[in-house]
């Protein structure tokens, strides 16, 4: 790096290269400081810019400035920056953890070992939130396995009176301190280690009072823990002058002195503090105080203390990872910690305070790769306490809330906001779903992001305790009985609270971040240090700028030489300037990796997206749009640890003066109005002579690295990267021609992600990143993939002046006019603009980030088939498989699209138009390779119509022999290490196809005829075909049996080829996001059921089915509206981490325990570490899908760029897994563009057990590859739900069953050539592969190898035969080298075929069901049974395995009798789950999270106890995500219900008493009645059903734009019956006492309800009463004009409860 990156040669720097200077023309005389430095910068350009335009600074926005001293007589200075390392790849795809967490103080009785007790009993209840080495608790209880806990822990005050029997503690214990070390067990490592902290100590003037060996108890550690296990032990240290602060900061300066010398392994420092102390492990919350004898003492006593419980997703243990940290416990994942980490590091150069002085280096870079993301967060965390921040001052600035959708005028909330505006303008939020409790010895508290999916509850006792878990019910009922609570809540999304551990005084939400927000003037600094862009318009069709007008003239030129394609500007620009959305395509992207593809490819195309599945939620960039922000600050971000902003005269280099800008994408006049903004701008041209040959790239990029950091070095705030060859300033100044500016043929550019890349990292290896920032002035951009690249790789903001030129000139056309339809130009990129905008939420949602500036830099990306060389200069940090291309190729695939644009190069002509590249579509002879043609539809069809092996071989000839390369498997070949042996001697075809599953194809996304002939046809083979996530029809759960002799059935009347016997049930039912469709018969008529977390074509978002294709039969079958579009949410409401999809799963072997649960992964860099992940949550199989799944409709750049192929994500599973002990837990499957036999061995050998099909399954039974799926115009009725093109459809299931036989019989003849028996065999044998030598041609009949040649993988004469560019690839993640050892077999083989289903152990439902009466209930189908049990919160999903009996005998509705149960206590998550007719579920006292997920029936009351003495409608009593997914029934809630309450409801009827945000989002049927507050963003996405809100004191509703238009009051006679109704069961079951005030006086209260319907409920008699042909939209503009108004701003009077704004509830 360090050669590659040296100061440039004479000739480069003599010349402009287009480097520009910019400030204002509005200058006064220049300061007499600052003449000595402006030659400087004119020797940087190398040119004879003036003076005067070169140090220019503006005076805009009465901010006056003056230029920075450029030699700087101190440390830290940027001429003498430090350099600190980015974060590692390896560390991108490690270990995530997710967890329960809590706290616990009672500030008003003095420290007792009582508190101590009630929190470690509150950590045992949270044991189900974690995990062991072996998987979940309950699993291991009934399988063994190993139970090292993943992490448990407590954090509490010092317990000085334990301590001072041992160690000679002074009686003043002001100065001293206690650390909790973690030591090697190694004797001589352990005294090295104490000597260099002695030695750490000793330099800060401490004395050393003594060690203390913590007694411990090893004999309760698992097998793991025990292995790395360390020594503990704790010092006892005292100061003789410091005191407070200065005291915290010596200790933190001894600590970092001492960690950086030494690794974890020999020294970690758990705690070292005056104030606290942390006991943790790798240990289960049992084992806590079994292990630490202290905790058992009573002398231990404490006021307060918090609690944490992990589960890791990786299982080698470190004791260091375990939580509590030295100040938080964190619940969650910190989704952006790769850019968090890296701008940390960045900004380490700047950082100065006057607590450490000169000494500050000493204690940076505050973060360590070492550590996890939530030990960095800590860390820096750490840092901002020891620079006076505040805690919950430091957790506002990292993780704040979404303060930009906040109108609220409450001047104690407007210094909320104008804290959080000045400090988003300078601290990326460290984004990520998180619960995070926090304590320094000064406050104790909690926080919650700013999506609010961790739940967090707390309790307040009149006793002066305070409570604050991710559950509730973690109380001894005896010793905290209903009377003793005085209030119950939650924290809302982004809300805190905290307890002065001082005073005790408890402060909530809103008076902590007042208090923390008037600390400093932030309003006054936001005038002076912020200003925000002039927003000028688009250039027009008659526009006069001459760059602009240049690049029109030369458009075709310049296109060719960045890149574009036809396809590129119809399919996408042009697309997007229609619709101002993204364009929608499907069938999924089967073209060749970018790596292997013959024709040049924009360097974009080896990037693929990363996503969020299990560890971390996606979010919804449709429905809650309102936590995301694209806003973006250009300038310099100077000292952001000092105590205020310096002005320019004190010191400019730390100034934070920043503009802001509302979207990252800037047309031609907003990068104009940057330039003349007053920021000190440098423009550097990126283009370069090629004439040298390719070698010029890496010696121009070195170049342009040095220029830039020189030109930071010497003031510039603003870097722009230019490919427009010629400055701008110098036209309009008319200097050049606009003939001159087009591109020149002896002048090449640098690919603009390369060149953004490459000057980020090395600005942030020299100290100086965020002393500017970079913008990209690009013609290579023009997707919204593009535009993430380049902000992902360290640009702010990116100008696309070859798109907009191309827009406008498209537009100038009559067909563009045309297609325009009406738009002007300007609309027209405008659209484009919103198109990008919205395309780049969908793909920071993705992966769980809500804010752009913090997916800048995040690197949220992986790299398939660039060299280490190229990755280690531009993209460090960046996980990255098959490296291959280097510098000198990248510049080759440059200019083979430079000579396009210009072919007098090579003495061509030059062309009239863009090439046809076949990037999205199939044309034979022209374009891109696609595996899926029209050729092999043909060929597969007569092989399958004919039952023909003949022709099924010259099918498999098309597929192997003489394609381009394609796949990365495609680079593989079998090398066996055995003889052959006779077919006969193998297993059977049906043993095989016993192993064959097809791809989740919803019946909606296709047609009912082939989703029936599918599953039809597998099932005679004995293969499993998957439901999808539409449901399905219950008329399929039972064979057919009325078939006539020409294989038609009355039942099936629109099938073919039938026979008495056949079944059309879906062997694995799927729930997906949407939940449509699955209902407790569903579930049971399952074999396996799959959930969904990603699905190859788009991971990270939904299924998308267009509203054309929801006829009335599809509407039926997913409870919801005909005609409506159906874009489920992505997977985060019930499965948004590790341990609540472990909950699913959980709730699933609940409902049906003999179903195996599987879990659908997408392969991606550290898919191995989810895997074990999902291995541990307790499923049965896990799927590896690749990233060229088919689909019926989906965005065509997620289908494109995100994912990786299933060949990577199925080795790096295995290997994970195996080497973790959790392979043996599970079946593997993968699916992914498997097409053959061939295929299935390299999966195989690769650890795959099971294989899927998809695409080619639609092919065997007749698609022809039309690709318009997503236009509901399939012509052969395969992907349509027209009928008339549905009678088209020609598959019958014997056409699936053909295809499965010969795919089967060709493993067959495989296996007999390599000598094996049996798939089961070669299962893992990665030492069968090795890469493909020189034939080209693949074979299926490999010749057996030498033995032993075996494991040194010699290539055959000549070497492997590849194209250029995959010369070099490197293959070796892909095969072994040695076979593993047989004799472990079970160790890197998954469970055996056929075993039973994991268990969820002894559960509370089986002691109901195996009582006799209720057994005879249920069999006998009338009676009424009533029940009264005792219940805990770890009784989980109660009442799911009675709905999962119930439904097996009488389908969801056909049960009669009546079984009403009744609990007492706290129920644990997922009560209710599934519930079903007939069974009736009450509970006195509260619920966790999930309350009637899923359910189609019977009710759910709950009611606090009747010795409760708080009001029932100010206290929450159930959690967050209730009702997800539920098809009917009946819900009453006597209280307050959290986040996401009705999501997805799609049938019950509930009543409640109040909720948090998001209710009722994405409802599709039912009713939902809330009684009191509710949050934000009321009916996001609803398309069905109605809500009803009661709003007493007319503050209307928080609603998005789109759906204040369903608002209405309740008019009609229908519509008040209707809730009077609901309202008066609600009194009749519960009691509520607000329910019986508003009756008594119904005709006041009715006219204070609001009424949500959605469009399609419009017309019902409930919704309104309408004149004669008055339309439901006037009426609702008569009936209440204001009511919009009121629905976008938050209340500005009222009286919130105890939960809402002060303790972070969400109310309006």
């Not at 104030?275 to 806590?288: N, R």
């Not at 038609?1048 to 062997?1067: E, I, R, T, V, Y």
């Not at 079946?1227 to 690769?1246: E, Y």
């Not at 057990?1249 to 039309?1266: D, K, Q």
Request: charged residues 20%; negative net charge.
């Amino acid at each position: 790096m360090e050669a590659f990156l040296g100061n440039p040669g004479s000739g480069s720097a003599a010349r402009s290269n287009g480097l520009l200077l910019r400030g204002s023309s509005q200058m006064g005389p220049l300061p007499d400081n600052i003449v000595e430095s402006q030659s400087s910068l004119t020797d940087i350009a190398g040119t004879s810019t003036p003076a005067s335009l070169a140090v220019a600074l503006g005076v805009t926005g009465g901010l006056s400035t003056a230029l920075q001293k450029r030699k700087r007589g101190r440390k830290g200075a940027a001429v003498a920056a430090r350099r600190y390392d980015v974060y590692p790849a390896e560390n991108v795809t490690g270990e995530k953890d997710a967890c329960g967490v809590g706290m616990i103080a009672n500030m008003e009785k003095p420290p007792n070992h009582e508190l101590l007790n009630a929190a470690l009993r509150a950590l045992s209840c949270m044991e189900h939130r974690g995990a062991c080495s072996g998987g979940m608790d309950s699993n291991i209880q009934l399988c063994g396995g190993d139970d090292s806990g993943d992490g448990a822990g407590v954090m509490t005050q010092i317990p000085w009176e334990l301590f001072s029997s041992e160690v000679a503690i002074p009686a003043d214990r002001s100065g001293c301190a206690v650390g909790m070390l973690f030591f090697s067990k190694d004797p001589k490592e352990r005294i090295a280690a104490k000597t260099r902290l002695e030695t750490a100590l000793a330099n800060e003037n401490f004395e050393i009072l003594g060690y203390r060996i913590v007694p411990v108890n090893p004999s309760v550690l698992g097998e793991r823990s025990a292995q790395t296990e360390p020594w503990t032990e704790q010092i006892f240290v005292r100061h003789p002058t410091a005191r407070g602060q200065k005291l915290e900061s010596l200790l933190y300066i001894a600590r970092k002195q001492t960690e950086a010398k030494l690794s974890y392994d020999s020294l970690y420092i758990a705690s070292l503090s005056t104030k606290t102390i942390v006991y943790k492990g790798m240990l289960k919350s049992v084992h806590l105080a079994q292990y630490y004898k202290d905790l058992q003492d009573p002398r231990y006593t404490v006021q307060y203390a918090l609690w944490h419980r992990r589960f890791s997703t990786n299982t080698m243990p470190r004791w260091p990872l375990a939580q509590p940290f030295r100040t938080i416990g964190h619940n969650g994942e910190i989704n952006t910690i790769q850019g968090n980490y890296n701008w940390t590091h960045a900004r380490s150069s700047a950082f100065e305070h006057p607590n450490f002085g000169y000494r500050m280096e000493e204690v940076l870079p505050p973060c360590r790769a070492e550590n996890s993301d939530s030990g960095n967060l800590d860390c820096y965390v750490e840092l901002m306490l020891r620079c006076n921040r505040e805690i919950p001052e430091a957790l506002m600035i990292m993780v704040p809330e979404a303060y930009q959708e906040n109108d609220n005028v409450n001047p104690a909330e407007d210094a909320v906001k104008n804290f959080y505006e000045y400090w988003g303008a300078l601290q990326e939020p460290w984004d990520g779903p998180a619960l995070l409790a926090f304590c320094d010895g000064e406050y104790m508290g909690a926080a919650l992001d700013r999506n609010g999916l961790r739940p967090a509850r707390y309790f307040q006792l009149k006793d002066g305790t305070t409570v604050v878990s991710s559950e509730a019910g973690i109380l001894e009922p005896e010793n905290a009985p209903a009377e003793l609570f005085k209030s119950k809540g939650r924290l809302g999304p982004g809300k805190m609270v905290a307890i002065d551990l001082h005073s005790g005084e408890l402060i909530e939400n809103d008076d902590i971040k007042q208090k923390m927000a008037v600390k400093k003037p932030y309003s006054e600094w936001n005038k002076v240090f912020r200003e925000s862009l002039p927003t000028p318009d688009f250039l027009g069709a008659d526009h006069d700028d001459p760059v602009s007008k240049a690049v029109e003239e030369d458009l075709i030129t310049l296109q060719f030489d960045l890149g574009y394609t036809i396809e590129d500007t119809e399919m996408v620009v042009e697309s997007m300037a229609q619709t101002g959305k993204e364009p929608t395509w499907c069938m999924g992207n089967d073209k060749p990796l970018a790596i292997l593809s013959e024709r040049p490819h924009v360097l974009y195309d080896y990037f693929t997206q990363r996503f969020a599945q299990v560890t971390n939620p996606a979010i919804d960039p449709y429905r809650e749009a309102l936590v995301m922000s694209v806003e973006v600050y250009l300038g310099r971000q100077g000292n952001i640890m000092a105590d205020a902003p310096p002005t320019y005269f004190q010191n400019l280099s730390t100034n934070n003066r920043l503009l802001r800008v509302d979207s990252p994408l800037l047309h031609e006049g907003e990068l104009d109005a940057i330039r003349s903004s007053g920021l000190l701008t440098v423009e550097l041209s990126t283009r370069y002579a090629h004439k040298d040959g390719p070698g010029t790239l890496e010696k121009r990029l070195s170049d342009l690295c040095y220029e830039a950091s020189n030109a930071v070095r010497n003031g510039a705030e603003l870097i722009i990267l230019s490919d427009i060859e010629r400055p701008t300033q110098q036209v309009s100044e008319g200097n050049q021609s606009a003939q001159d500016l087009g591109a020149e043929k002896d002048r090449l550019a640098i690919p603009a992600l390369l060149a953004v890349g490459a000057v980020h990292h090395y600005l942030i290896k020299q100290g100086l990143r965020t002393q500017a920032s970079l913008i990209m002035n690009t013609g290579q951009c023009w997707s919204t993939h593009h535009f993430a690249c380049l902000i992902g790789y360290g640009a702010s903001a990116v100008c696309p002046y070859l798109a907009l030129a191309h827009i406008r000139k498209w537009h100038s056309t009559d067909k563009g006019k045309a297609k325009a339809d009406g738009q002007t130009v300007e609309q027209c990129q405008d659209n484009f603009r919103k198109a990008i905008v919205g395309g780049l939420k969908k793909i920071m949602s993705k992966m769980g980030i809500s804010v752009l500036e913090s997916y800048r830099g995040a690197q949220i990306f992986q790299c398939i088939g660039l060299h280490d060389d190229v990755i280690d200069v531009a993209f460090k940090g960046t996980p990255s498989t098959m490296g291959a291309l280097t510098f000198g190729d990248v510049a080759n695939e440059s200019m083979l699209m430079h000579r396009k644009a210009f072919p007098e190069l090579e003495q061509g002509d030059a062309a009239a138009k863009l090439d046809f590249a076949g990037w999205y579509k199939y044309m034979k002879s022209k374009g891109e390779f696609h595996m899926n043609n029209p050729d092999m539809a043909r060929a597969l069809h007569k092989a399958v119509r004919e039952n023909s092996p003949m022709s099924y071989e010259e099918y498999r000839r098309q597929i192997m022999d003489g394609r381009p390369v394609t796949t990365i498997r495609d680079l593989l070949d079998f090398a066996s290490d055995r003889q052959p042996i006779p077919v006969a001697e193998v297993e059977d075809a049906l043993s095989i196809t016993s192993r064959f599953v097809t791809g989740g194809m919803s019946l909606g996304a296709l047609s009912r005829e082939s989703h029936e002939v599918i599953a039809l046809g597998m099932n005679r083979v004995g293969g499993m075909s998957n439901s999808g996530e539409g449901g399905e029809d219950r008329l399929r759960f039972t064979p057919v049996m009325d078939v006539d002799e020409e294989g038609h059935s009355p039942s099936f009347p629109h099938l073919q080829g039938l026979q008495n016997g056949d079944s059309a049930a879906s062997a694995t039912k799927q729930l997906a996001s949407g939940r449509f469709g699955v209902t407790p018969e569903y579930l049971t008529s399952a074999k396996q059921l799959e959930i969904k977390i990603a699905q190859g074509a788009k991971p990270g978002e939904g299924g998308q089915l267009p509203g054309a294709k929801v006829d009335k039969y599809i509407a039926s079958l997913r409870n919801s509206v005909e005609g409506v579009e159906l874009i489920s949410p992505p997977p985060h409401h019930d499965i948004y981490s590790i341990e609540d999809l472990a909950q699913l799963i959980y709730d699933l072997h609940q409902i049906c325990p003999e179903a195996k649960v599987s879990v659908k992964l997408v392969a991606s860099a550290g898919i191995g570490t989810i895997a074990a992940g999902v291995a541990k949550a307790n499923a049965d199989v896990i799927q590896i899908s690749g990233h060229d799944g088919g689909t019926g409709a989906s965005p065509l750049s997620s289908i494109m760029h995100a994912g990786a192929p299933w060949e990577q994500g199925l080795a790096e599973a295995q290997e994970v897994l195996v080497s973790n002990g959790l392979r043996k837990r599970v079946t593997l499957r993968v699916d992914g563009g498997i097409k053959t036999g061939w295929d299935i061995i390299v999966a195989a050998m690769m650890g795959g057990e099971e294989f899927g099909f998809g695409s080619i399954a639609m092919i065997a039974e007749g698609c022809i590859m039309a690709r318009v799926c997503h236009m509901n115009s399939c012509p052969v009725g395969v992907a349509t739900q027209r009928e008339k093109l549905r009678k088209k459809f020609p598959g019958t299931p014997e056409h699936v069953a053909n295809f499965m036989l010969f795919v089967a019989e060709e493993v067959r003849t495989i296996l007999a050539a390599l000598g094996y028996r049996s798939l089961d065999e070669i299962i893992g044998r990665g030492d069968l592969l090795r890469p493909r030598g020189n034939s080209d041609v693949r074979t299926n009949v490999p010749q057996p190898a030498v033995v032993s040649g075996m494991g040194t993988k010699q290539e055959p004469l000549g070497g492997p035969k590849r194209l250029a560019k995959t010369a070099s690839v490197d293959l070796s993640a892909f095969y072994t080298d040695s076979p593993p050892e047989e004799a472990d077999r079970a160790d890197w083989v998954g469970v055996t075929r056929n075993a039973p289903a994991h268990a969820n152990g002894p559960v509370l439902d089986d002691d109901i069901l195996q009582q006799p009466e209720i057994r005879q209930l249920l069999e006998q189908n009338s009676g009424v049974i009533e029940k009264q049990l005792a219940i805990c919160n770890t009784d989980r999903s109660v009442g799911g395995r009675i709905a999962g009996v119930i439904a097996r005998k009488h389908g969801n509705y056909g049960f009669h009798g009546k079984l009403n149960l009744t609990f007492s206590g706290s129920t644990g998550q997922s009560f209710g789950v599934w519930n079903i007719q007939g069974v009736n579920l009450r509970v006195i006292g509260e619920c966790n999270d999930y309350v009637g997920k899923g359910m189609c029936g019977g009710t759910i009351v709950v009611s606090p106890h009747s010795d409760s003495t708080f009001k029932a409608e100010e206290n929450v009593i159930a959690g967050n995500t209730c009702l997800y997914g539920a098809t009917g029934g009946e819900v009453y809630l006597s209280g307050r219900a959290g986040e996401r309450f009705g999501v997805r409801n799609a049938g019950c009827h509930a009543v409640i008493e109040g909720a948090g945000d998001h209710l009722g989002e994405y409802m599709t049927n039912g009713i939902v009645v809330s009684l009191g507050r509710i949050g934000r963003n009321v009916g996001a996405g609803m398309s069905g059903g109605l809500i009803y809100v009661y709003d007493p004191e007319d503050q209307g509703l928080l609603m998005n734009e789109l759906n204040a238009k369903n608002l209405f009051r309740v008019t009609s006679a229908a519509g008040e019956q209707q809730l009077r109704g609901l309202i008066e069961s609600h009194q009749q079951q519960t009691g509520s006492v607000l329910a019986s005030t508003i009756l008594r006086d119904w005709s006041t209260a009715v006219g204070k309800f609001w009424q949500v319907a959605p469009v399609s409920e419009q017309s019902r008699a409930e919704v309104s009463s309408f004149a004669d042909g008055e339309s439901p939209a006037a009426a609702t503009e008569q009936q209440q004009p204001a009511v919009v108004a009121a629905a976008r701003r938050p209340p500005r009077s009222g009286s919130p409860g105890p939960e809402s704004g002060r303790w972070g509830g969400s109310s309006p």
